[in-house]
């Protein structure tokens, strides 16, 4: 038993614009100005970490472990992205979200994403004595 439990399948939602730099050709990662794959696994991220984080006492986050996204429609720059982000599962520290993206109503993407729960200060002292 986890000493965190989060909600098992409720769902958290945020809206994203589309910028110029989340475009493919901004980053290189295509060469055409629409909305990225490496900014809809973002977009996911971000709203996985959002939900989890309300969830967590003082102290405490997540970091993405694991993103298995498929990139099914394209989006223009300028537009509005829906990400829903659902908690399916959770084993001990691991969390596992089902991730969706929409533009309107079109599902452009989906897919899960993994996020561990962390204590922040330990993370990053481990880290640090790393660099050492």
Not at 10 to 17: D, L, P
Not at 37 to 44: A, D, R
Not at 83 to 110: C, D, H, M, P
Request: glycine fraction near 6%.
């Amino acid at each position: 038993m986890s000493e965190f439990n989060l909600p098992i399948g409720e769902t958290f939602e945020k809206i994203f614009e589309v910028k110029p730099e989340h475009s493919a050709a901004f980053l290189d990662s295509g060469r055409v100005s629409v909305f990225s794959t490496p900014s809809m696994i973002l977009f996911m991220e971000n709203t996985s970490r959002i939900f989890a984080d309300k969830y967590l006492p003082n102290g405490y986050t997540t970091v993405g472990i694991k993103v298995c996204v498929e990139h099914l429609a394209a989006a223009p720059i300028g537009v509005k992205i829906r990400v829903t982000s659902k908690l399916v599962k959770q084993e001990n520290k691991k969390l596992i979200f089902e991730v969706k993206a929409y533009w309107n109503e079109k599902l452009i993407g989906k897919g899960t994403h993994e996020r561990f729960i962390i204590n922040h200060e330990r993370f990053i002292k481990k880290l640090e004595e790393e660099l050492q």
